[in-house]
């Protein structure tokens, strides 16, 4: 990343929503984080009714609630950003400015105002149940219940000093006001009728929280103190939501499956002046345990899987914090405690690591224009909502802890119109924000977008007809490309020979110029081999339309892929861009050609499979891309071994991505047509960024060890990405280098600079913010199963590249035995018989289990190599939640959908099954079943399954003419049919690739794939999840 | 006479190993003070690494020559001393990555803080290893120049 010079000339600066116009339909939670300030707070709840619009409504939220909201904000921020000179304060709040400061004579006040605003939540079980619990360890001392009351977010402003007792305070863990999600995943376990319906919830609490919080606000403060602010005391209140956190919290009292980890959190809150470490003392002296510490003995669990998706933990950070924090879709970390030390991070052995998704489609991103960004002099960090501001000029980095100056042009807030606010400015109020960068970010002129096309056209590419479907998905989408007037579009085709196609203005139609010296690869004409897009549509769409049919008479077998990609390398490397390769074998002549190296007997064994690349080739290849901002997509159509492990180096360390679709044929097998239409039109309109660069900065004493993905790594924090798209993940390792002492929180940054299909130069930044932990106990707390799960993927798929594949999946059975054991010994004082497992990671042996199951991992014969290859490509590109679907697929019941809880998208009504366990146990005969795997659906039809469900949702008579690969639900004019098209239709808007939906039944040949997946039960080479417990037990307990 | 000669050759060229290796290695302490500013010593960080890529090869060579003139001269006992570092450094050059070239190092990894951290050790190691024997070494060359 260039350095920005620091510009301190007041310009102008302009803020601007962003429609994204890919929008996926469930990221209406990512309004929460992203569009919206302070005064949004209410804004955040209800995200899909009201389109967020930063500029206008939100920030001018009325001129009252401003004032008080500012005051609210700089002293609920345990990271002292008060706005400078505006309150005069005692002492004892000097770390913040505090609007109420609660004299003990309101606390008794107080604590009847918060209880009685519980009424409405309806749930006094859940309350009477935690007073019960709470009231008297906060009796005694006052400074601790502090947190408490924080926690409460009744009163998210009281300084430690105030003292007052809440017993309500309890609740705060449940939720952070700023995540419908999380609430979602409390409403759901909890409750027996799921309510589902997010935005209806959503509204419902607006409500409550709305009504109970002015009710606390008509308490009158009688103390001088509070005088001074007096004017915002009563509007303050509406940041309070207690009757919000009580609708929120019903999850409690279900107790089994509620997510109560997260109640529990009892450590302190990250308030560096506040010194609340004694909390977790005085907690652990208590004989109440907290549910969220509870721990669980998995032998004895049986209904472990929570019915709904499961959630990304919260972290505990204090909810002004949290509530612009990162969303967990984009930025997640697998420990959202970070251990404070290495030792301790190797005493809780769980792995320490990020996994992001980046360019992720957000529907709302403040983008921000402004002549300078702030960033930190030192490290660069760009400015975040966790820095402090010391006083209006100043403000200190939150990574190396700098004090930098705030700049003149930053004192004006663009978006509230007021001088001298540069906390309120929208970079210090979204973790997620993208800048428009100036000239100094450029170290060339921004490249057009260039898109080049390479076809493999010989004998056997002919045969399979891809040719057809890719030049119609092609002529189709060439108008949704993204670009602009500057587009470029060249494509090449081979066989044992180099075909260029000279698109020259002022041709009557293509001119096609084959090269057949492949020993030394020349351009001819590359003037006219990559053209612009709209001045020469015609005779691009001749091109098209006619080259399905040119090579129909190839008898030519061999396959020059190499000497082709050397070509499209040349062609490409003036401007950088983007290189779409189509491949259906092996490659034979020419450099980078290749040997079977597939020995179909030896699958068995999992010591000598091929899964490092045969030759360097390919990567030094992309490595030269990369370096000139070419990136490379392999798109694999093959029938036969065709060595990905060696091609899928050109993808990976040259940012692309690879696309796998075994034994194409156009009419042999339609499903791969089909998905690779739908995934190719994905393809070719998504979003892309080129000469991209990303960036990973963590706070002083952390320090990133590994990175995974397809990239390559130009230094130790430094990605370089020559396109990004918004289908990639990546995972980071991280370490503890020193020891974060007197840290209380830690911060995480990833900055991505890209150029636009606009040709815009922009800068992505998302920044996370994770509290630091002193104790192992408090490690395990905050675990995040999945991200722990991701990144053990990750870390897998390299071992068992560097070592082998045993020795990965031994590392992944390991990873499981060694963090139990460590959680048994150190952790648990009373050793109880079972295998106990902290609440957080009650899922980790399940998961793990769905690894060694998946195919990248899993031994026996029946999985190709370049099955296997590929799969291990897309743990490593995936985002994690595509991972996660893919490891352990989701199972519902679907013969019998009701409305009952179900979601309402744009007047589509989407049913909510619940989630049920990968066992056949679950599978009943007079069912069907829905297994969504990520990439692939199979619904299983029961034989007794109900004539209703036959005939009104699969169109067909009777269950013995269910046709033997059917692969499309009719659509009916049945309310049967409507739910189930609308419920799949609705997992598959979700993600960026095209999952076949196989309708199946017992005699059907794809029945074992389907059991495959169900992965608590034993299968012909690998233990059930019962059997694994058992031996996780006798490992852990030795 | 003879064997003095190779003697002070290799003294020369053993002080040219020390202070190729004192290149190779990707760290020195000053740049480990120099905590302020983290992306210099980054920058640094990488184009010491450069230099080491290219380096590996005369340095491996060169220690290969050493062994054979000891040899020659019938040191045994010096040639004992050196043998594991050049079963080493035969172990490490037939391991390395899939490569077309020669070299030592994958770009693509080499950025891996394991490998990083573990390539430093090995640098450490064996500056510490050529300053001992450029010791003995000048210890045997003024023995012989004494003795004769």
Redesign the interface.
Known sequence: VPDGAENTAPGGAGYSPVQNSLMHSSQMLDGQGFGSTVPGLYSHQIPTKVPVHPSSGQYNFGGSQNVSLLSNQGSGQTLNRPPAGLISMAPLQHTSSVPQMLPPSQNSAAIPSSSSSFVPGAYPPALSNWQYGQTPMSQPTGSQTNHFAHVAGTLPTQPLSSGSTNPATSYQYTVSPGGPPLQNSYMKPGKKDKVNIRTLVQWHMFGLSYTSGYKTTTYPSPVPQNLKMGRNVGYSYPTLPPGYQNASSPGAPGMQSSPLQYQAGPQPFPQPALGTNHITGSMSGLSLQPEGLRSINLLQERNILPTTPLQAPVPNLHEEIQKLNCNPELFRCTLTNIPQTQALLNKAKLPLGLLLHPFKDLSQLPVVTSSTIVRCR???TYINPFVSFLDQRRWKCNL?YRVNDVPEEFMYNPVTRVYGEPHKRPEVQNATIEFMAPSEYMLRPPQPPVYLFVFDVSHNAIETGYLTTVSKTLLDNLDLLPGNTRTKIGFITFDSTIHFYSLQEGLSQPQMLIVSDIEDVFIPMPENLLVNLNENKELIQDLLRTLPQMFTKSLETQSALGPALQAAFKLMSPTGGRISVFQTQLPSVGVGSLKSREEPNQRASAKDIHL??????Y??LA?DCSGQQVAVDLFLLSGQYSDLASLGCISR?SAGSVYYYQSYHHQHNPVQVEKLQKELKRYLTRKIGFEAVMRIRCTKGL?????HGNF??????LLSLPNVNPDAGYAVQM?VEESLTDMPVVSFQSALLYTSSKGERRIRVHTMCLPVVTTLNDVYLGADVQAITGLLANMAVDRSVSASLSDARDALVNAVIDSLSAYRSSVLSIQQPGLMAPYSLRLFPLHVLALLKQKAFQTGTNIRLDERIFTMCQVKNQPLIFLMLMTHPNLYRVDNLTDEGALNINDRTIPQPPILQLSVEKLSRDGAYLMDAGSVMFMWVGKNCGQNFVSQVLGVPSYVSIPQNMTHLPELETAESTRTIAFISWLREQRPFFPILHIIRDESPLKSSFLQNMIEDRTESALSYYEFLLHIQQQVNK | NIFKFVQFKFLLCSYLITFDELKTDYKNPIDQCNTLNPTVEKVKKIKRVKIALKLVLPEYLIHAFFCVMFLCAAEWLTLGLNMPLLAYHIWRYMSRPVMSGPGLYDPTTIMNADILAYCQKEGWCKLAFYLLSFFYYLYGMIYVLVSS
Request: net charge positive.
């Open positions: 030192s490290c660069r190396c490092t690349p045969s030759t360097d080739f990567k030094k490595l360390y320090s990133i060890h590994t990175f390559f790594v130009r230094s130790t924090d370490s």
